[in-house]
């Protein structure tokens, strides 16, 4: 069982950056941040695995960047160049057991943080 912690949301104008950050308590195989607006489906929005491969939604692409520091257990999330549709409750989730959900479509992560919400405004 692993638990995650986040942290780091808040409001910032449109143009603006935020970090949020990511504690898991255990070993992981892959780690995501996802995001859902009131009324929009989950997105998944960025991955990255024990060695580091990336990936990222055309949404966020450019403009997210994903990292982690192994030896601390944490995800971060940088956000760049913020929009207005940026706007939603943000989401870290982990897998354990290989990264068969990592690459793919799949968002039927095992484990997920609370949520921490991430506002934009003009």
């Known amino acids: 069982q692993v638990q995650l912690v986040e942290s780091g949301g808040g409001s910032v104008q449109d143009g603006g950056s935020l970090r949020l950050s990511c504690v898991a308590s255990g070993r992981t195989d892959c780690m995501a941040w996802f995001r859902q607006a009131p009324g929009k489906e989950r997105e998944k929005i960025a991955v990255i695995d024990t060695d580091g491969r990336t990936a990222y939604s055309t949404s966020v692409k450019g403009r997210f960047t994903i990292s982690q520091d192994n030896g601390k257990n944490t995800l971060y999330l940088q956000m760049n160049s913020l929009k207005l549709e940026d706007t939603a409750m943000y989401y870290c989730?982990?897998?354990?057991?290989?990264?068969?959900?990592?690459?793919?479509?799949?968002?039927?992560?095992?484990?997920w943080g609370q949520g921490t919400q991430v506002t934009v405004s003009s």
């Open positions: 989730a982990a897998e354990d057991s290989g990264r068969v959900r990592c690459f793919s479509g799949r968002k039927d992560f095992p484990y």
